[in-house]
C-alpha cells in the first residue's frame, strides 16, 4: 500500500514567493493533519481535517498560512509571502476517525527552506 | 493548555543495554498515550500506543508503562540494537477522533556499538 505522499521533498524558494505544499493521504482515511517540526519548537500541528472540513486551525501561525482539502485524495498548505522563519520540515499524517483516536501515520515531509 | 514534557533530550547506550524514555502531561483527560519513532529524513512512525484502561503494554523488545495518578508515562526498550538508533517522541490525546495529539519535544537515542 502506498502511503501518505507529499511533494515536493525539498523547496528552496525566496523570502515573499508562494510556497504550496501537497499531500495525498493514504486511501479511505478520513482525517489529515498538518505539522510542521523545528529545532526550536519540535512537531506542532498546525491544522487538522476531518471529512474534508477543517476542524482545528488553532495552530497555523498566521494568515499567510492556510489550507486546503477539496477533496478525500488531497490537500495543500500554502504560504503567501513565505518568510526566512518558516523553514522547517512540514508533515502530513492520515488517519481513520471512527471514534476513539486512531493512528497518525505521516509523510516523508517537505523540507522548506526560505532563503 | 495541554503540554507534554519528556525526558531525557539525549540518551546513549551500549547495544545490548536497556533504554528508558519518560514523559509527564498535563491534561488529566488524557487517555491515549502512542509513541513514535523517527528516523533521519523520514516521518514519525508509530511503534506502540497505550489506552488509559490499561497500565502496561508490551511488542517484543519495547513496553510502554502508564501511571494515569501520576500523569507519567515511559517506553523501555530492552536489547538495544543499532538500528533503534532514531529520535523518539511521546505524545498524549484525549482519544477521540476529534482530538489533537500534543507531542514531547523528542529523545534522540544512540546505540554504541
Known amino acids: 500500500d502506498a502511503g501518505v505522499i507529499q511533494s515536493p521533498r525539498h523547496e528552496v524558494t525566496e523570502m515573499g514567493q508562494e510556497v504550496t505544499l501537497r499531500c495525498k493521504p493514504i486511501s479511505g482515511h478520513n482525517s489529515l493533519f498538518w505539522y510542521r517540526q523545528t529545532m526550536m519548537r519540535g512537531l506542532e500541528l498546525l491544522i487538522y481535517f476531518n471529512n474534508n472540513v477543517p476542524i482545528d486551525d488553532s495552530g497555523m501561525p498566521e494568515d499567510r498560512f492556510s489550507a486546503k482539502m477539496p477533496n478525500a485524495s488531497f490537500s495543500t498548505l500554502k504560504i503567501q509571502p513565505s518568510e526566512p522563519r518558516d523553514s522547517a520540515v512540514y508533515f502530513c499524517?492520515?488517519?481513520?476517525?471512527?471514534?476513539?483516536?486512531?493512528?497518525?501515520?505521516f509523510g516523508p515531509g517537505t523540507r522548506l527552506l526560505v532563503l | 493548555g495541554e503540554n507534554v514534557e519528556q525526558h531525557p533530550s539525549t540518551l546513549s547506550v551500549q547495544e545490548g543495554d536497556s533504554a528508558v524514555i519518560k514523559c509527564t502531561y498535563s491534561d488529566s483527560a488524557s487517555n491515549y498515550f502512542p509513541w513514535y519513532k523517527q528516523e533521519l529524513g523520514k516521518g514519525p512512525q508509530l511503534i506502540i500506543d497505550i489506552r488509559s484502561n490499561v497500565g502496561e503494554k508490551k511488542d517484543q523488545r519495547i513496553a510502554v508503562t502508564l501511571n494515569k495518578t501520576a500523569k507519567h508515562f515511559s517506553l523501555h526498550i530492552t536489547e538495544t540494537q543499532p538500528e533503534d538508533s532514531a529520535v523518539y517522541f511521546c505524545?498524549?490525546?484525549?482519544?477521540?477522533?476529534?482530538?489533537?495529539?500534543?507531542f514531547g519535544s523528542g529523545t534522540r537515542l544512540s546505540i554504541r556499538p
Open positions: 499524517a492520515s488517519s481513520v476517525s471512527a471514534g476513539v483516536q486512531e493512528t497518525q501515520y
Open positions: 505524545a498524549a490525546s484525549r482519544g477521540s477522533s476529534a482530538s489533537k495529539i500534543i
